[in-house]
Nanobody, 126 residues
Framework: QVQLVESGGGLVQAGGSLRLSCAASGRTFSSLTMGWFRQAPGKEREFVAAIKWSGGYTYYADSVKGRFTISRDNAENTMYLQMNSLKPEDTAVYYC???????????????????WGQGTQVTVSS
């Protein structure tokens, strides 16, 4: 079992920045990939970014590439999402998720992730 707790959401003006955190506890897996997803009202949950815990390889959705940065702190078992140049269309509930299966690259489909946090709201005003 892996437990995930997000924090750091809030309200920010367009062009501003926020940093989300996801604290992981429970079992650890060498094959672990952790990711961020988001879901806006009336829309499907979509992939934002992912990081392989071992090696630190990162993956991004095209919509956030160059604006968002995913990182992790192994010692603290915490993953971060630094979000810069935020746009109103970034408004959503952001979820962190964990995929314990060994894969060559990070999965981008939400169904591949077994564990989920409770979500944190990010609202970007225009």
């Amino acid at each position: 079992q892996v437990q995930l707790v997000e924090s750091g959401g809030g309200l920010v003006q367009a062009g501003g920045s926020l940093r989300l955190s996801c604290a992981a506890s429970g079992r650890t897996f060498s094959s672990l990939t952790m990711g961020w997803f988001r879901q806006a009202p009336g829309k499907e949950r979509e992939f934002v970014a992912a990081i392989k815990w071992s090696g630190g390889y990162t993956y991004y959705a095209d919509s956030v590439k160059g604006r968002f940065t995913i990182s992790r702190d192994n010692a603290e078992n915490t993953m971060y999402l630094q979000m810069n140049s935020l746009k109103p269309e970034d408004t959503a509930v952001y979820y962190c998720a964990a995929d314990i299966h060994a894969r060559l690259t990070a999965a981008r489909a939400s169904r591949e992730y077994e564990y989920w946090g409770q979500g944190t709201q990010v609202t970007v005003s225009s």
